[in-house]
């Protein structure tokens, strides 16, 4: 097998843990990767209510087709973070999600990931991007404030949170962030939804003082204190 053809393979495998991991979708036979929840795929009601805004994600609605393609230099870039189980398996494969908001869509903020998983398993491989989630711009929002709550929606599913919760048991008494990294946003979010220790008050307030105000109490909520 030449190089050209296993570098496509490795980046169909960024494409597969991207779809099911992060976007929440499943493959289909003759559909390719669609959302996993089929009774909303045709609807329009969202998936969430976050921030007193509906959010759409592609593991529950049919995402936007009529937009343009994904170019970096067009997007803002939100932020990254590393998954060590981005495929899970005997081992698991980790890699690296970056997340952009575009605004090039009247009236929407969409938030595309890219993902690359850890070569020493799956060989050299390209970026994979997509749309994980979409949400109506608002009065006096911003593209911060609104990838805070698509990132959100994600991280919920991904944590396979119930829609009427926001809280992910699966991480009681788990380090899960010293095996998890990324930037500040991130953080947040994942640490709103899952349980997590600190080192000190200090990493505790980086942490909380430049969330925005909606994510706070859930992130006080789920310190656990020593």
């Known amino acids: 097998m030449n190089k050209k053809i296993k570098r496509e393979n490795a980046t169909a495998m960024n494409r597969i843990a991207q779809a099911q991991s992060i976007g929440g979708q499943v493959g289909v036979i003759g559909k390719g990767m669609v959302p996993r929840d089929a009774g909303h795929e045709n609807g329009y009601d969202p998936y969430r209510i976050l921030d007193n805004a509906p959010v759409l994600f592609s593991g529950y609605n049919l995402m936007p087709t009529d937009g343009p393609p994904f170019i970096a230099n067009k997007t803002y870039k939100w932020g990254e973070y590393y998954d060590p189980e981005l495929m899970p ?50 009065k006096y929002n911003s593209h911060v404030r609104a990838g805070y709550r698509m990132f959100w929606a994600a991280a919920l599913d991904m944590d396979m949170v119930e829609r009427n919760d926001f809280y992910c048991p699966y991480y009681e008494n788990d380090d899960w962030n010293k095996e998890w990294s990324g930037t500040i946003r991130c953080l947040q979010v994942f640490a709103s939804i899952r349980t997590t220790r600190y080192e000190n008050d200090g990493e505790f307030e980086k942490v909380l003082t430049s969330a925005p105000d909606f994510l706070k109490d859930h992130i006080i909520s789920r310190r656990i204190k020593k």
């Open 89 to 138: 398996g005997m081992p698991s494969i980790g890699g690296w999600n970056k997340l952009y908001i575009d605004t090039r869509i009247k009236g929407l903020y969409i938030l595309w990931c890219s993902t690359k998983m850890d070569e020493w398993a799956i060989g050299p491989s390209n970026w994979w991007t997509n749309v994980i989630a979409w949400t109506p711009k608002t």
